[in-house]
């Protein structure tokens, strides 16, 4: 684990997007609130939905079977995942809101800027391991700097123990890659830079709505706790 520790980020679109936008995002694309998973709230979230973000208690219960969800896929395998997705490990404390951000934004399609910070990102991390891409990380100086600036434009004050218990987590669409072409379908795949890859998490119609269903049975029905919040980066044209 590295000493490195970065302040963590705050669950809110406007901290998201302005770290997007440093870091070089040059779509319409952006993030919001989902204010919650019934079908009226979610209904709320505009269309074109390319990533969620989940930040929850990695504790008790979740943190367990994260655990023993790990060993089991060490031990047995998984679903085939779709070689391209583009995944890091996060040994930077802290740095799980960089990497939700990376996660949902690399994979998502959406356009950066040249020679911006995620284009360079990209280029330099291409055949590069989980482990070595976040070297990269590390050794990148801007995107300290950009995730410290973002964490600090929240709306809640800096703590002064950063020590924390909540954890972001990633889920986007990717395509299946055991269909015959002409039936080719999607998965939805969680990218969380604290588990040891991508995890297949079932066929995908409806990005939003199959991620809320998974949270809602996976996370939410695990804990008592309230400290849940998810986002959407959404194409931003209606």
Not at 110 to 115: G, I, P, Q, S, T
Request: proline share 5%.
């Amino acid at each position: 684990m590295s000493e490195s520790r970065w302040i963590p980020l705050e669950s809110n679109p406007d901290v998201f997007n302005s770290w997007a936008i440093n870091a070089g995002l040059a779509s319409q694309a952006q993030f919001e609130d989902i204010y919650g998973l019934d079908p009226e709230l979610l209904g709320m979230v505009s269309e074109g939905v390319k990533a969620v973000t989940l930040l929850f208690p990695c504790s008790g219960t979740i943190a367990t079977k994260r655990k023993e969800e790990d060993e089991k896929i060490a031990a047995q395998g998984q679903y085939p995942i779709d070689p391209t997705i583009f995944w890091m490990k996060q040994t930077i404390v802290n740095a799980c809101g960089t990497m939700g951000l990376l996660h949902a934004l690399i994979n998502s399609g959406v356009a950066f800027a040249d020679e911006s910070p995620l284009a360079k990102f990209i280029e330099e991390c291409k055949d590069k391991t989980p482990l070595e891409r976040v070297k990269v990380l590390e050794e990148t100086s801007l995107f300290e700097q950009i995730h410290t600036s973002a964490a600090v434009s929240g709306q809640t004050t800096v703590p002064d123990d950063l020590d924390t218990y909540l954890h972001f987590t990633c889920f986007v669409k990717a395509p299946d890659v055991t269909a015959r072409d002409q039936d080719r379908g999607w998965r939805v795949i969680e990218l969380d830079g604290g588990r040891n890859g991508p995890i297949d998490r079932g066929k995908c119609t409806n990005l939003l709505q199959d991620v809320a269903n998974f949270v809602k049975e996976h996370y939410i029905k695990e804990s008592k706790s309230v400290n849940f919040s998810m986002m959407a980066l959404c194409s931003g044209q209606d």
